[in-house]
Every structure is written in C-alpha cells, then in structure tokens.
C-alpha cells in the first residue's frame, strides 16, 4: 500500500484529490494538512511514502516545507501539485529535492501515474 499526505490549504482540492487517489486500490491517503508547518508534523507521525503538496500555503511554503521534509525523512517523496507553474518555482523545487512538479491543470492520470512511477524507480533501486 502506497501512503499518501495531502498538503493544500483548500480543503475542496484535498478533498477532490483524495477522492481522486481513493479509485486506486494500491493508494491510502493516510492524513491531510492545510498549511506547511501541519504537513511536517503529520509526516512525522504519519511516515508516508508521498507528500503531494501545493507551493502556496499559509505559515509555512510548499517549498520551505519540501525542503525541511527531505532534511528529515529523505525517505518520503515530496510531489508538488499547483497552479504556480513558473520556471522560478520548478527551478527551486528542483533545489530542494522535489521528485515531480505537477501543475494542478494536467492532473488527468498524471498524478496517479507519477506516483507509481517514482514507487516503483524507488523500489527498482534499493
């Protein structure tokens, strides 16, 4: 089973994500957080696989958060899910160890299959 935490501050995306990833019977989404300081904490209790987060959240960044979460759990994959796609954006989520960006208007399967994709290359390589 593949362990997901949700981070965006609109609960209606969380909700239509996780409604989204529910279809998948290899995917849990294990807990949601609206603001990045939540996101850390959750994934420190929680340990999941994957972290699918937004750029724009409240007290703490998506990216300021992703950057943190790699520092501690390097094990956890960070995905960045927005509707901030500008290359400064991509140009530091790739600083900070993001493993996907994906912006929120091209979710159609994308995220579903990115994910498997970065599971499974994880996997190939341990």
């Known amino acids: ?3 997901i935490l949700l981070v965006d501050d609109d609960p209606n995306i969380r909700r239509g994500v996780r409604m989204h990833l529910a279809l998948e019977p290899d995917f849990s989404v294990v807990g949601e957080a609206g ?4 996101a850390l ?11 699918v987060m937004d750029i724009r959240l409240p007290l703490l960044d ?3 958060a992703a950057e943190r979460l790699r520092q ?6 960070v995905i960045i899910l ?4 500008e290359p400064s954006n991509r ?4 600083q900070v160890g993001v493993a996907a960006f ?10 579903v299959n990115t994910i498997r994709k970065i599971i499974l290359d994880r996997g190939a390589n341990q």
């Open 1 to 3: 089973m593949i362990k």
């Open 35 to 38: 603001d990045g300081w939540e």
């Open 41 to 51: 904490r959750l994934a420190r209790e929680l340990q999941p696989h994957v972290v």
């Open 62 to 64: 998506g990216l300021s």
């Open 72 to 77: 501690s759990q390097p094990q956890c994959v």
């Open 82 to 85: 927005t509707l901030y796609d």
């Open 91 to 94: 140009q530091r989520a790739e």
């Open 102 to 111: 994906i912006p929120k208007q091209k979710t159609d399967g994308v995220l």
